[in-house]
Nanobody, 127 residues
Framework: QVQLVESGGGLVQAGGSLRLSCAAS????????MGWFRRAPGKEREFVAA????????YYADSVKGRFTISRDNAKNTLYLQMNSLKPEDTAVYYC????????????????????WGKGTQVTVSS
């Protein structure tokens, strides 16, 4: 199995930027497709972005498209989420997640596809 630890959250003003990191340990990081999800207070968990094993394919929720960028460094066992032009509605706990797959080019927006989850990092955007 793989262990995931998020970092990089914090308090930022609207229009600002943050970069989240997710450090993976345990099994071979490049064996896993990865994703970012978030949960705002009083709301359901929401898909944010996903990336394939190789990093060559990415997919975004409409609400973050053009503002957020997901990437990975398989040599450093780390997943990233660059968040620009942040809005108050981006306030949430952000989670990274992983699932093992044989295929290099797959990804998923469904939380049920993911087997492993981090504990989350809080992002707060003030207006």
């Amino acid at each position: 199995q793989v262990q995931l630890v998020e970092s990089g959250g914090g308090l930022v003003q609207a229009g600002g930027s943050l970069r989240l990191s997710c450090a993976a340990s345990g099994r071979t990081f490049s064996d896993y497709a990865m994703g970012w999800f978030r949960r705002a207070p009083g709301k359901e968990r929401e898909f944010v972005a996903a990336i394939s094993r190789s990093g060559g394919i990415t997919y975004y929720a409409d609400s973050v498209k053009g503002r957020f960028t997901i990437s990975r460094d398989n040599a450093k066992n780390t997943l990233y989420l660059q968040m620009n032009s942040l809005k108050p509605e981006d306030t949430a706990v952000y989670y990274c997640a992983a699932y093992p797959t044989y295929y290099l080019g797959v990804y998923s927006a469904a939380p049920t596809a993911y087997e492993y989850w981090g504990k989350g990092t809080q992002v707060t955007v003030s207006s």
